[in-house]
C-alpha cells in the first residue's frame, strides 16, 4: 500500500508568503529527500535527512522518523520557487526510495 | 561533473518492439536505481544495482523487464515486447556506495504506440 502520503497536492502563494508541504509516512523511514522537478522535468535535490531539520536559504526541511513525517517550508516565496516538490523516503532496510505524489506550487506576484 | 547521464531522452517505438534505454552514473558512484514515472502510479522504483550487481529488483515486473550493469560507468533497461502500458519516463539514480542522497537523470521518454 501506499507508504507515503504527500500533501498538499497543488498550493498557490502570493510572491513574499510562506507556506510547508508535509509527508507523511505510515511505516518508519530511515531518511527522507525533497526534490523540485525543473523546467526540464529533471528532479533536482534539495534536501537528504536522516534526522532533525536543514536550511537552504528559502527553505527549509525537518525529518522525525519516530514521528513518521517530514516537512519542507517555503518562506518569502519567488517567482521561481513554482514547479512541483516531492519527498521521497528511505525505508528501513533498503535503499529504494519510496515517492510521494507530489506538491505543484504556484507562486504568483 | 556531468551529472546522470541518460540516452535517449525521448523514445517512440511500435507495440511489440524492444526498447534498450541507457543510463551513465555520476562518475564514482557505485550504486545505479531504476525507477519508472506515471501519471497513474507515480514515481515508482524498479531495480538496484550496487557495484555492478543486482540487489534489489522488487520493482521491476516480471516479464519482459530486465536490467543489467556490465561495467561501472553504464547501466541498461531492457524492455522486451514493449506494451502501451510500458509508456512512461524511466529514470535513472546513482549515488555512493549506495548511500544517499541519490541523484537522478533527466529520464527517458518512452512511448509505445
Known amino acids: 500500500g501506499d507508504q507515503v502520503e504527500q500533501s498538499p497536492s497543488a498550493l498557490s502563494l502570493h510572491e513574499g508568503t510562506g507556506s510547508a508541504l508535509r509527508c507523511n509516512f505510515t511505516?518508519?523511514?530511515?531518511?527522507v529527500q525533497w526534490f523540485r522537478k525543473n523546467s526540464r522535468g529533471s528532479l533536482i535535490n534539495l534536501f537528504y535527512?536522516?534526522?532533525g531539520t536543514k536550511e537552504n536559504g528559502r527553505l527549509k526541511s525537518a525529518f522525525d522518523s519516530k514521528e513518521r513525517y517530514s516537512t519542507l517550508h517555503i518562506r518569502d516565496a519567488q517567482l521561481e520557487d513554482s514547479g512541483t516538490y516531492f519527498c521521497a523516503a528511505e525505508a528501513q532496510g533498503g535503499r529504494a526510495l519510496i515517492f510521494g505524489t507530489g506538491t505543484t506550487v504556484s507562486v504568483s506576484p | 561533473n556531468a551529472g546522470v547521464i541518460q540516452t535517449p531522452r525521448h523514445k517512440v517505438t511500435g507495440k511489440g518492439q524492444e526498447a534498450t534505454l541507457w543510463c551513465e552514473p555520476i562518475?564514482?558512484?557505485?550504486?545505479v536505481f531504476w525507477y519508472r514515472q506515471t501519471i497513474v502510479q507515480g514515481l515508482e522504483f524498479l531495480t538496484y544495482f550496487r557495484n555492478q550487481a543486482p540487489i534489489d529488483d522488487s520493482g521491476m515486473p516480471k516479464e519482459r523487464f530486465s536490467a543489467q550493469m556490465p561495467n561501472q560507468s553504464h547501466s541498461t533497461l531492457k524492455i522486451q515486447s514493449t506494451q502501451p502500458q510500458d509508456s512512461a519516463v524511466y529514470l535513472c539514480a546513482s549515488s555512493l556506495e549506495g548511500a544517499p542522497p541519490q541523484y537522478f537523470g533527466p529520464g527517458t521518454r518512452l512511448l509505445v504506440l
Open positions: 511505516t518508519t523511514m530511515r531518511a
Open positions: 562518475s564514482g558512484h557505485s550504486a
Open positions: 535527512l536522516a534526522s
